[in-house]
Protein backbone atom coordinates (compact mmCIF):
# COMPACT_ATOMS: atom_id res chain seq x y z
CA UNK A 1 0.00 0.00 0.00
CA UNK A 2 1.12 3.52 -0.51
CA UNK A 3 3.11 4.64 2.54
CA UNK A 4 1.72 7.61 4.32
CA UNK A 5 4.68 10.16 3.01
CA UNK A 6 3.30 9.59 -0.41
CA UNK A 7 -0.70 9.44 0.06
CA UNK A 8 0.01 13.00 1.44
CA UNK A 9 2.10 14.03 -1.39
CA UNK A 10 -0.14 12.88 -3.91
CA UNK A 11 -2.83 15.58 -2.24
CA UNK A 12 -1.20 18.41 -4.25
CA UNK A 13 -0.14 17.00 -7.77
CA UNK A 14 -1.20 14.71 -10.14
CA UNK A 15 1.02 11.67 -11.47
CA UNK A 16 -0.01 9.19 -13.74
CA UNK A 17 1.58 6.13 -15.31
CA UNK A 18 1.31 5.28 -19.16
CA UNK A 19 2.31 2.44 -20.32
CA UNK A 20 2.65 -0.04 -23.63
CA UNK A 21 -0.07 -2.39 -23.07
CA UNK A 22 0.91 -3.74 -26.42
CA UNK A 23 3.12 -7.30 -26.33
CA UNK A 24 1.70 -8.28 -23.10
CA UNK A 25 -1.39 -9.85 -21.87
CA UNK A 26 -4.36 -8.10 -19.93
CA UNK A 27 -3.52 -9.98 -16.92
CA UNK A 28 -0.04 -7.86 -16.44
CA UNK A 29 -1.93 -5.04 -17.86
CA UNK A 30 -4.70 -5.52 -15.07
CA UNK A 31 -1.24 -6.12 -12.35
CA UNK A 32 0.14 -2.92 -13.41
CA UNK A 33 -3.10 -0.71 -12.38
CA UNK A 34 -3.57 -2.47 -9.59
CA UNK A 35 -0.59 -1.61 -8.24
CA UNK A 36 -0.86 2.44 -9.26
CA UNK A 37 -3.75 2.26 -7.66
CA UNK A 38 -2.53 0.73 -4.23
CA UNK A 39 0.58 3.00 -4.53
CA UNK A 40 -1.44 6.34 -5.01
CA UNK A 41 -0.83 7.10 -8.50
CA UNK A 42 -3.81 9.52 -9.98
CA UNK A 43 -4.33 7.63 -13.36
CA UNK A 44 -3.16 4.75 -15.72
CA UNK A 45 -3.10 5.20 -19.49
CA UNK A 46 -2.16 3.64 -21.91
CA UNK A 47 -1.22 4.21 -26.10
CA UNK A 48 -3.30 3.07 -29.05
CA UNK A 49 -1.28 1.76 -31.36
CA UNK A 50 -2.09 -1.36 -33.83
CA UNK A 51 2.00 -2.41 -34.21
CA UNK A 52 3.25 -4.03 -31.42
CA UNK A 53 6.47 -3.06 -29.26
CA UNK A 54 7.55 -6.53 -29.26
CA UNK A 55 6.40 -10.42 -29.88
CA UNK A 56 3.75 -10.69 -28.27
CA UNK A 57 1.51 -8.55 -30.33
CA UNK A 58 -1.02 -5.62 -30.16
CA UNK A 59 -3.81 -5.43 -27.76
CA UNK A 60 -6.92 -3.36 -28.28
CA UNK A 61 -6.48 -0.44 -25.35
CA UNK A 62 -10.65 0.41 -25.13
CA UNK A 63 -11.03 -3.82 -24.49
CA UNK A 64 -8.35 -3.15 -21.66
CA UNK A 65 -9.86 -0.20 -20.20
CA UNK A 66 -13.49 -2.21 -19.78
CA UNK A 67 -11.48 -4.21 -17.62
CA UNK A 68 -9.89 -1.89 -15.66
CA UNK A 69 -13.04 -0.07 -15.22
CA UNK A 70 -14.54 -2.91 -13.28
CA UNK A 71 -10.91 -4.22 -11.63
CA UNK A 72 -9.90 -0.73 -10.00
CA UNK A 73 -11.91 1.79 -7.83
CA UNK A 74 -10.15 4.97 -7.85
CA UNK A 75 -7.44 5.33 -10.76
CA UNK A 76 -8.58 7.99 -13.53
CA UNK A 77 -8.15 5.41 -16.72
CA UNK A 78 -7.92 6.14 -20.58
CA UNK A 79 -5.22 6.16 -23.98
CA UNK A 80 -2.97 9.16 -24.78
CA UNK A 81 -3.51 8.82 -27.79
CA UNK A 82 -6.15 7.35 -29.81
CA UNK A 83 -5.61 8.17 -33.87
CA UNK A 84 -8.72 9.61 -35.44
CA UNK A 85 -8.12 7.32 -38.40
CA UNK A 86 -8.37 4.27 -36.00
CA UNK A 87 -12.66 4.65 -35.13
CA UNK A 88 -15.37 6.47 -36.71
CA UNK A 89 -17.19 8.65 -34.40
CA UNK A 90 -20.09 6.39 -33.82
CA UNK A 91 -18.33 3.26 -32.49
CA UNK A 92 -16.25 5.65 -30.18
CA UNK A 93 -19.01 7.53 -29.17
CA UNK A 94 -20.63 4.04 -27.79
CA UNK A 95 -17.06 2.99 -26.61
CA UNK A 96 -16.40 6.55 -24.48
CA UNK A 97 -20.35 6.59 -23.33
CA UNK A 98 -19.95 2.39 -21.89
CA UNK A 99 -16.65 3.06 -20.52
CA UNK A 100 -17.75 6.20 -18.35
CA UNK A 101 -20.38 3.85 -17.16
CA UNK A 102 -18.97 0.94 -16.43
CA UNK A 103 -15.96 2.99 -14.44
CA UNK A 104 -17.86 5.20 -12.28
CA UNK A 105 -17.06 8.38 -14.61
CA UNK A 106 -12.98 7.74 -14.68
CA UNK A 107 -12.36 7.70 -18.15
CA UNK A 108 -10.57 10.08 -20.28
CA UNK A 109 -9.66 9.95 -23.95
CA UNK A 110 -6.60 11.43 -25.57
CA UNK A 111 -7.31 12.04 -29.74
CA UNK A 112 -4.78 12.96 -32.04
CA UNK A 113 -4.48 12.90 -35.67
CA UNK A 114 -1.81 9.85 -35.53
CA UNK A 115 1.92 9.91 -37.36
CA UNK A 116 2.82 6.04 -38.11
CA UNK A 117 1.73 5.48 -41.53
CA UNK A 118 3.75 2.10 -41.50
CA UNK A 119 1.62 1.18 -39.00
CA UNK A 120 -1.91 1.93 -40.60
CA UNK A 121 -0.04 0.39 -44.10
CA UNK A 122 0.44 -2.75 -41.98
CA UNK A 123 -3.14 -2.87 -40.76
CA UNK A 124 -4.70 -2.08 -44.57
CA UNK A 125 -5.90 1.36 -42.65
CA UNK A 126 -6.01 4.46 -44.79
CA UNK A 127 -3.60 7.24 -43.63
CA UNK A 128 -4.20 10.67 -45.69
CA UNK A 129 -1.99 13.62 -45.45
CA UNK A 130 -1.32 15.61 -41.87
CA UNK A 131 -4.16 18.50 -43.09
CA UNK A 132 -6.91 16.27 -44.02
CA UNK A 133 -5.86 14.30 -40.78
CA UNK A 134 -6.17 17.30 -38.78
CA UNK A 135 -9.61 17.91 -40.56
CA UNK A 136 -10.92 14.89 -39.41
CA UNK A 137 -9.18 15.52 -35.91
CA UNK A 138 -11.33 18.65 -35.72
CA UNK A 139 -14.51 17.45 -36.73
CA UNK A 140 -14.50 14.24 -34.67
CA UNK A 141 -14.13 16.76 -31.43
CA UNK A 142 -16.85 18.36 -32.77
CA UNK A 143 -19.50 15.82 -33.36
CA UNK A 144 -17.85 15.01 -29.67
CA UNK A 145 -19.32 18.58 -28.36
CA UNK A 146 -22.60 18.39 -30.48
CA UNK A 147 -23.46 14.90 -28.60
CA UNK A 148 -22.70 16.01 -25.61
CA UNK A 149 -24.97 19.24 -25.92
CA UNK A 150 -27.70 17.29 -27.59
CA UNK A 151 -30.50 15.94 -24.70
CA UNK A 152 -31.98 13.93 -27.49
CA UNK A 153 -31.94 10.63 -28.50
CA UNK A 154 -30.24 11.01 -32.06
CA UNK A 155 -27.09 12.97 -33.09
CA UNK A 156 -26.94 14.22 -36.46
CA UNK A 157 -24.07 16.29 -38.09
CA UNK A 158 -23.20 17.22 -41.19
CA UNK A 159 -19.25 17.56 -42.03
CA UNK A 160 -16.78 17.36 -44.90
CA UNK A 161 -15.56 13.89 -43.89
CA UNK A 162 -18.43 12.62 -41.43
CA UNK A 163 -21.81 12.35 -42.04
CA UNK A 164 -24.34 11.12 -38.78
CA UNK A 165 -27.93 10.98 -39.98
CA UNK A 166 -30.07 10.72 -36.61
CA UNK A 167 -27.47 8.00 -34.85
CA UNK A 168 -28.89 6.52 -31.67
CA UNK A 169 -27.15 7.70 -29.08
CA UNK A 170 -25.76 5.13 -26.60
CA UNK A 171 -27.17 4.79 -23.38
CA UNK A 172 -26.65 5.68 -20.59
CA UNK A 173 -25.27 8.44 -21.44
CA UNK A 174 -21.76 9.14 -19.78
CA UNK A 175 -21.39 9.85 -16.48
CA UNK A 176 -19.13 13.10 -16.28
CA UNK A 177 -20.77 16.39 -17.61
CA UNK A 178 -20.65 17.05 -20.73
CA UNK A 179 -18.44 14.26 -21.91
CA UNK A 180 -15.69 12.32 -20.57
CA UNK A 181 -12.34 14.73 -20.44
CA UNK A 182 -10.51 15.05 -23.53
CA UNK A 183 -6.85 15.55 -24.16
CA UNK A 184 -5.06 16.57 -26.88
CA UNK A 185 -1.05 16.83 -27.22
CA UNK A 186 1.53 17.51 -30.36
CA UNK A 187 3.99 19.54 -31.42
CA UNK A 188 1.97 21.63 -34.22
CA UNK A 189 2.58 25.34 -33.77
CA UNK A 190 -0.74 26.38 -34.92
CA UNK A 191 -3.97 23.90 -35.16
CA UNK A 192 -2.97 21.69 -32.49
CA UNK A 193 -3.26 24.90 -30.12
CA UNK A 194 -6.29 25.98 -31.94
CA UNK A 195 -7.56 22.32 -31.26
CA UNK A 196 -6.63 22.26 -27.82
CA UNK A 197 -8.39 25.60 -26.25
CA UNK A 198 -11.68 24.55 -28.38
CA UNK A 199 -12.10 21.21 -26.97
CA UNK A 200 -9.56 19.86 -24.58
CA UNK A 201 -9.64 19.98 -21.61
CA UNK A 202 -5.69 19.10 -20.79
CA UNK A 203 -2.85 19.82 -23.10
CA UNK A 204 0.08 17.23 -23.23
CA UNK A 205 3.76 17.65 -24.49
CA UNK A 206 5.21 14.04 -25.07
CA UNK A 207 9.12 13.85 -25.40
CA UNK A 208 9.92 17.36 -25.13
CA UNK A 209 12.78 18.61 -22.43
CA UNK A 210 11.33 20.87 -20.25
CA UNK A 211 13.24 23.96 -21.27
CA UNK A 212 11.07 23.97 -24.45
CA UNK A 213 7.61 23.54 -22.43
CA UNK A 214 7.36 27.34 -21.91
CA UNK A 215 7.20 28.30 -25.19
CA UNK A 216 4.71 25.39 -26.15
CA UNK A 217 2.21 26.34 -23.57
CA UNK A 218 2.16 29.86 -24.29
CA UNK A 219 0.91 29.07 -27.58
CA UNK A 220 -1.82 26.72 -26.61
CA UNK A 221 -2.43 29.96 -23.94
CA UNK A 222 -2.44 32.17 -26.62
CA UNK A 223 -4.88 30.03 -28.50
CA UNK A 224 -7.58 30.28 -25.46
CA UNK A 225 -7.44 34.33 -25.15
CA UNK A 226 -7.73 34.25 -28.69
CA UNK A 227 -11.26 32.54 -28.39
CA UNK A 228 -12.43 34.09 -24.86
CA UNK A 229 -11.23 30.66 -23.00
CA UNK A 230 -9.78 31.33 -19.57
CA UNK A 231 -6.04 29.19 -20.13
CA UNK A 232 -6.36 28.70 -16.43
CA UNK A 233 -9.22 25.86 -17.58
CA UNK A 234 -6.97 24.39 -19.38
CA UNK A 235 -4.30 21.39 -17.77
CA UNK A 236 -0.48 21.78 -19.08
CA UNK A 237 0.68 18.17 -18.59
CA UNK A 238 3.51 16.36 -19.96
CA UNK A 239 5.08 12.90 -20.32
CA UNK A 240 8.14 11.52 -19.53
CA UNK A 241 9.88 8.85 -19.32
CA UNK A 242 12.08 7.58 -16.31
CA UNK A 243 14.42 5.39 -15.56
CA UNK A 244 15.68 4.84 -11.74
CA UNK A 245 17.65 2.83 -9.39
CA UNK A 246 18.64 3.21 -5.90
CA UNK A 247 22.19 3.19 -7.34
CA UNK A 248 23.76 3.38 -10.82
CA UNK A 249 24.48 -0.27 -11.00
CA UNK A 250 20.43 -1.29 -10.50
CA UNK A 251 20.20 2.16 -13.36
CA UNK A 252 22.28 0.31 -15.82
CA UNK A 253 19.68 -2.66 -15.36
CA UNK A 254 16.97 -0.69 -16.75
CA UNK A 255 18.08 0.75 -19.39
CA UNK A 256 18.07 -0.32 -23.32
CA UNK A 257 20.91 -2.30 -24.35
CA UNK A 258 20.19 -1.22 -27.90
CA UNK A 259 23.47 1.69 -27.87
CA UNK A 260 21.47 3.96 -30.13
CA UNK A 261 18.06 3.65 -27.96
CA UNK A 262 20.21 4.56 -24.75
CA UNK A 263 21.77 7.59 -26.17
CA UNK A 264 18.01 8.95 -26.80
CA UNK A 265 16.54 8.14 -23.13
CA UNK A 266 19.63 9.44 -21.68
CA UNK A 267 18.91 12.56 -23.84
CA UNK A 268 15.40 13.81 -23.00
CA UNK A 269 14.54 11.24 -19.88
CA UNK A 270 14.89 11.21 -16.63
CA UNK A 271 17.61 8.66 -15.88
CA UNK A 272 19.27 7.96 -12.39
CA UNK A 273 19.06 7.55 -8.77
CA UNK A 274 15.67 8.69 -7.11
CA UNK A 275 17.29 12.35 -6.05
CA UNK A 276 18.50 12.95 -10.04
CA UNK A 277 15.22 11.55 -11.34
CA UNK A 278 13.31 13.98 -8.64
CA UNK A 279 15.56 16.93 -9.91
CA UNK A 280 14.64 16.10 -13.46
CA UNK A 281 11.03 16.00 -13.03
CA UNK A 282 10.63 19.00 -11.36
CA UNK A 283 12.36 20.60 -14.14
CA UNK A 284 9.20 19.91 -16.01
CA UNK A 285 6.87 20.72 -12.83
CA UNK A 286 8.86 24.42 -12.61
CA UNK A 287 8.31 24.59 -16.77
CA UNK A 288 4.87 24.56 -16.25
CA UNK A 289 2.99 21.21 -16.02
CA UNK A 290 1.11 20.12 -13.93
CA UNK A 291 -0.09 16.80 -14.44
CA UNK A 292 3.13 14.27 -15.12
CA UNK A 293 2.90 10.89 -17.10
CA UNK A 294 5.65 8.72 -15.84
CA UNK A 295 5.87 6.30 -19.34
CA UNK A 296 7.13 3.23 -18.01
CA UNK A 297 10.03 1.60 -20.65
CA UNK A 298 8.73 -1.72 -19.36
CA UNK A 299 5.62 -2.64 -17.88
CA UNK A 300 6.05 -5.90 -16.06
CA UNK A 301 8.80 -3.86 -13.84
CA UNK A 302 6.23 -3.69 -10.42
CA UNK A 303 10.07 -2.91 -8.37
CA UNK A 304 10.33 0.15 -10.54
CA UNK A 305 6.87 1.75 -10.09
CA UNK A 306 6.67 1.40 -6.54
CA UNK A 307 11.00 2.66 -6.40
CA UNK A 308 9.17 6.11 -8.20
CA UNK A 309 6.17 6.39 -5.48
CA UNK A 310 8.03 5.64 -2.47
CA UNK A 311 11.37 7.23 -3.22
CA UNK A 312 11.13 9.94 -6.37
CA UNK A 313 7.57 11.67 -6.14
CA UNK A 314 7.92 12.71 -2.82
CA UNK A 315 11.17 14.76 -3.56
CA UNK A 316 9.90 16.80 -6.55
CA UNK A 317 9.55 19.94 -6.21
CA UNK A 318 6.38 21.92 -8.01
Known amino acids: MATAKFTAYR???????????????YEEQQRSAQHAEQLGYAGWFTADHLAASGPGGPTDPFVTLAGLAVATSRLRLGTLVSPVTFRDPARLLVSLAQLDSMSGGRIEIGLGAGW????HAAAGIRFPGAPERFDLLQEQLEI?????QNDRPECSYEGIHYRL???????PRPVQAPHPPVI???RGASRTPELAARFATEFNSL??????LPAIYAR???ACERIGRDPMTLTMSAAVIPVCGVDDAEVATRLPGDPERRRRLLADSA?????????RLSEFARAGATRLYLRLPEIRDLAHVELLATQVLPRIRW
Open 165 to 171: VLVQLPV
Open 207 to 212: RQAPEH
Open 11 to 25: RRVDVRLLVDGNSVG
Open 116 to 119: DGTE
Open 220 to 222: VRS
Open 184 to 186: IGG
Open 144 to 148: LAAWS
Open 271 to 279: VGTPEEVAR
